[in-house]
């Protein structure tokens, strides 16, 4: 974790392992890549090629933009929500959001993992802000 937003995210994403203590889930939220948008924005490059600048290239095989973007926190929120009461999803958007600006695109990429992941269920978001490009990636496994 290079990026002071990764660390920050740790730290309010914190809350959800604490939320789930006793339970029979283990949910982890982690800012995974925080890369500079070297293009300025609007970025000329489509989505999926931003993802794949995140991420390791070969493993983003589609990505499916959220409209509006702005309202990404609402998807991560249903997302948490499966495995917490009250998940912080607005507190991890407000940390990422502190730290690399507004998001102005948003969508989820689904990548492929390399085998003997043991996650159970994933989902990643591409964050797209004026000066990062940043992967959030959401865990629950059981």
Not at 32 to 61: I, K, M, N
Request: proline share 9%; charged share 20%; net charge negative.
């Amino acid at each position: 974790m290079s990026h002071p937003a990764q660390r920050e995210v740790a730290a309010v994403a914190a809350s959800v392992a604490e939320q789930l203590s006793g339970t029979d889930h283990a949910v982890d939220v982690m800012l995974t890549a925080v890369v500079p948008l070297e293009e300025g924005f609007p970025p000329r490059s489509p989505l999926l090629q931003l993802a794949r600048t995140a991420a390791h290239p070969d493993t983003v095989t589609t990505v499916r933009p959220l409209k509006p973007p702005h309202r990404w926190p609402t998807h991560l929120h249903r997302t948490l929500e499966s495995a917490a009461a009250n998940p912080p999803a607005l507190s991890v958007a407000a940390t990422v959001e502190g730290h690399l600006g507004p998001v102005r695109m948003a969508a989820e990429a689904v990548i492929r993992q390399s085998e003997g992941c043991s996650s159970t269920w994933r989902k990643d978001f591409v964050l797209v802000t004026a000066t990062h490009i940043a992967l959030l990636t959401v865990t629950i496994d059981d």
